[in-house]
């Protein structure tokens, strides 16, 4: 008996040799062969998958069965990041933010304190609400948990509220029922999804509609779900929806379950923008 074999077996825990087909095994050393002199997976012949024996609940048969090398699990695993990532449709001006480059020096406790939640919310997988003025980093803190989650294998969703409800009108009008079909489940399952400017879309019977049975069912399915907003509390938001009233408190109040955090702080693309002046004006 060829000493690779018993010592595979012997490492699979068993006591005895079991038994086997002889030409199993041979094709079994033949692949072992192979992998030792690896030439990397474009050039294998076996497309990166390796041979390998289950055994039968009584450790007395081996059955051959294939699975893939480390290798190939480290390129379907950068593949999948890929279409993860690319799945998410995070803008292009979002797809640095991160957690770690959301900064917080000397811009007040509360920034500190929206970063803090932040990050438990992206660990927990928690919901959450952050509003609060313009350029406080909202988006950025949004689109950096969506990043957290991406990392961690999950496949999220970046979209604005206005972007995803003229999408859906459109498709709509057009009678496209299974693309219209396909966008709606889609936001609703999806692991994360993050919705910005929630509030900035013209409120309308249709739209609250629309909008709350994202919401409910996001809740019911117990998905992640991170949604920024400008108004900077629940009553200011439900006014802004006035044109359905109902819809708007019925909203508000799965809203304020997933956990309500205001931003404040100055306008970093204020401040960015007057840095750069200063700059030009002063080189």
């Not at 480059?101 to 406790?109: A, D």
């Not at 952050?130 to 961690?152: E, P, R």
Request: with cysteine; aromatic share 8%; hydrophobic share 40%.
């Amino acid at each position: 008996m060829n000493p690779a074999l018993l010592e595979y077996f012997k490492k699979l825990g068993c006591d005895e040799l079991p038994s086997f087909n002889d030409s199993d095994a041979e094709t079994f050393l033949r692949r072992q062969a192979m992998c030792r002199e690896c030439k990397g997976l474009e050039n294998c012949k076996e497309r990166g998958y390796v041979m390998l024996f289950s055994l039968s609940l009584d450790k007395r048969i081996a059955h051959p069965a294939l699975a893939p090398c480390s290798l190939r699990k480290a390129r379907d695993a950068q593949r999948k990041s890929e279409k993860l990532f690319q799945e998410a449709a995070i803008p292009l001006g979002l797809q640095k933010c991160r957690l770690e480059n959301y900064v917080t020096e000397g811009l007040g406790e509360s920034i500190k304190r929206a970063k803090n939640v932040a990050v438990e919310t992206a660990r927990s997988g928690h919901s959450l609400v952050l509003a609060g003025s313009v350029g406080v980093g909202k988006t950025h803190l949004a689109a950096a948990i969506v990043h957290f989650a991406l990392a961690q294998g999950c496949d999220a969703l970046f979209i604005s509220a206005i972007g995803y409800l003229e999408r859906l009108k459109s498709t709509f009008e057009k009678k496209q029922t299974d693309v219209y079909m396909e966008m709606v489940d889609h936001v609703k399952s999806v692991s994360c999804l993050a919705i910005d400017d929630f509030g900035a879309e013209k409120p309308s019977a249709w739209t609250i509609a629309r909008l709350y049975d994202v919401i409910n069912a996001r809740i019911e399915r117990e998905k992640q779900t991170i949604v920024t907003t400008n108004f900077s509390n629940a009553t200011a938001l439900a006014r802004r929806m006035e044109a359905d009233m109902e819809g708007a408190r019925r909203i508000v109040s799965r809203l304020i379950y997933f956990g309500w955090v205001t931003v404040e702080g100055r306008d970093y693309r204020a401040m960015g923008n007057a840095y750069r002046s200063f700059r030009t004006l002063s080189g």
